[in-house]
C-alpha cells in the first residue's frame, strides 16, 4: 500500500527554526510537494523536490532522500503566521499525488 | 482575479438529499480534482478528469458522481447524502495531467449531513 506519514502535531518558538518530518512508501515516484494550509482555507504550494538534495526558497528549505524514503521541511525564523498545518504529499507512477495527513505548527511568542 | 471557485462555500443537508457542489477555473487547467479532507486524515482523492470529457474515479468514489462537460467546469454530486459525506470539500486543478505541475485549491465547502 502507499503510505506518507507526518508528525500530527509541533510547537515552536517565535524567531526559532523548526524542521518537519515526512516520510513515504508509494508505488513509484515523482516528486514529493509540501504545501501549507492556514485554518479554514486551501492548501498552497510552497515547494517541490524530485532530486536528492536541499531546495532553498526564502525562509524554507525543502530536503528530499529518495533512496531513505524521506523529506524534510526547514522553516526558519518563524514568525506567528507560519501557524498552520503542513501537507507533504508524494507524486506516485500514475502522476496522482498521495497526501499525508498534515502537521498542525504551534507558534508560541 | 484568476483562480479556482467553489460554491457554496458550506452547506447543511438532510441525509437522503441530494447535493451538488459547484466548481469553476478560469486557468484553463486541463486536469481538475475532487478532495475530501477529514480530520486526522490526508487529502483523499474522490474523482478526476484528465481533459473535457473525461472521468476517473479516485480512492473514495462511491456515492459520488462528476461530469466535464467543459474545461472549466467540473461539479460533484452526491446522489443520496449520507452523514459520512460530512467533511470539507476541495476542487482543484492542475496544468497538465501526466506531469509534474502543481495544484491549485479552491476555498473549499464544509458539508454536513445530519
Known amino acids: 500500500g502507499q503510505n506518507i506519514d507526518q508528525p500530527t502535531e509541533m510547537t515552536a518558538t517565535e524567531g526559532a527554526i523548526v524542521q518537519i518530518n515526512c516520510t513515504y512508501q508509494t508505488s513509484g515516484f515523482n516528486g514529493l510537494f509540501w504545501y501549507q494550509q492556514h485554518a479554514g482555507e486551501a492548501p498552497t504550494f510552497l515547494s517541490y523536490?524530485?532530486l536528492d538534495g536541499l531546495e532553498e526558497k526564502g525562509r524554507f528549505s525543502s530536503f528530499l532522500s529518495r533512496s531513505k524514503g524521506y523529506s524534510y521541511l526547514l522553516l526558519k525564523e518563524l514568525q506567528m503566521k507560519d501557524s498552520a498545518s503542513y501537507l507533504c504529499a508524494v507524486m506516485d507512477s500514475n502522476y496522482q499525488l498521495i497526501w499525508g495527513a498534515g502537521t498542525k505548527l504551534i507558534i508560541k511568542p | 482575479i484568476a483562480g479556482i471557485t467553489q460554491a457554496p462555500t458550506s452547506q447543511i443537508l438532510a441525509a437522503g438529499r441530494r447535493m451538488t457542489l459547484r466548481c469553476t477555473q478560469d486557468m484553463r487547467h486541463n486536469a481538475m480534482y475532487w478532495y475530501r479532507q477529514d480530520l486526522g486524515l490526508g487529502l483523499r482523492l474522490i474523482h478526476y478528469?484528465?481533459?473535457?470529457?473525461?472521468?476517473g474515479k479516485g480512492e473514495v468514489p462511491d456515492g459520488y458522481s462528476v461530469s466535464r462537460a467543459n474545461t472549466d467546469d467540473f461539479p460533484l454530486t452526491l446522489a443520496s447524502a449520507v452523514p459520512s459525506q460530512t467533511s470539507v470539500y476541495f476542487c482543484?486543478?492542475?496544468?497538465?495531467?501526466?506531469?509534474?505541475?502543481?495544484?491549485?485549491f479552491g476555498q473549499g465547502t464544509r458539508l454536513t449531513v445530519v
Open positions: 478528469s484528465n481533459t473535457a470529457g473525461t472521468t
Open positions: 482543484a486543478s492542475s496544468d497538465s495531467p501526466g506531469q509534474v505541475t502543481e495544484a491549485f
Open positions: 523536490n524530485v
